[in-house]
């Protein structure tokens, strides 16, 4: 999965031994001869589909041309798992692959994620992963707490004041 991902956008792969563990990919010099949780740098985990860690969109992105470039409302609503619209499109640059698949940045050069381009009238790239997607998985944890009878309780803005 992770070799299919890179090969969407470059020939090229990260120079070094890509080393599994359980679902998550790591890039490392040489496979460790202990057990380690975490070894090297995080390339990405496989669940249903494979989710790249920023360092891989990064890396990716100095590496090829399929790229579309949105303003800051579009850049916004990206990270925020919506699609994106041919209105929020600052520039494109050579959107053709096999399936679609295209790499989404920022004014700055900065990847956001990636979608699927779209030949559509309003959607233009469908949204399929996106930097904020690990803040929406953790989102449910960090709103809640434990109490003794095992109920989830929702914090008020009163519970943070003096």
């Not at 295209?102 to 779209?118: R, S």
Request: aromatic fraction near 14%.
């Amino acid at each position: 999965m992770l070799k299919d991902f890179v090969e969407h956008f470059t020939e090229e792969f990260p120079e070094g031994v890509v080393w599994k563990k359980d679902n998550k990919y790591f890039l490392v010099k040489e496979i460790p001869k202990l057990k380690p949780f975490y070894a090297g740098i995080y390339l990405g985990a496989l669940e249903q589909k494979f989710h790249p860690s920023s360092w891989l969109l990064e890396w990716v992105s100095k590496r090829t041309k399929q790229k579309v470039y949105v303003d800051g409302k579009g850049e916004w609503m990206f990270i925020c798992g919506k699609d994106i619209y041919r209105s929020s499109w600052t520039r494109k640059r050579r959107v053709v692959s096999k399936d679609g698949t295209v790499l989404v940045m920022n004014i700055h050069d900065e990847c956001l994620g990636y979608g699927v381009f779209q030949d559509r009238k309003r959607i233009a790239v469908r949204n399929v992963f996106d930097i904020g997607d690990f803040l929406r998985r953790e989102r449910p944890f960090s709103r809640t707490k434990k109490v003794t009878s095992e109920k989830k309780v929702r914090f008020r803005k009163k519970d943070f004041r003096n």
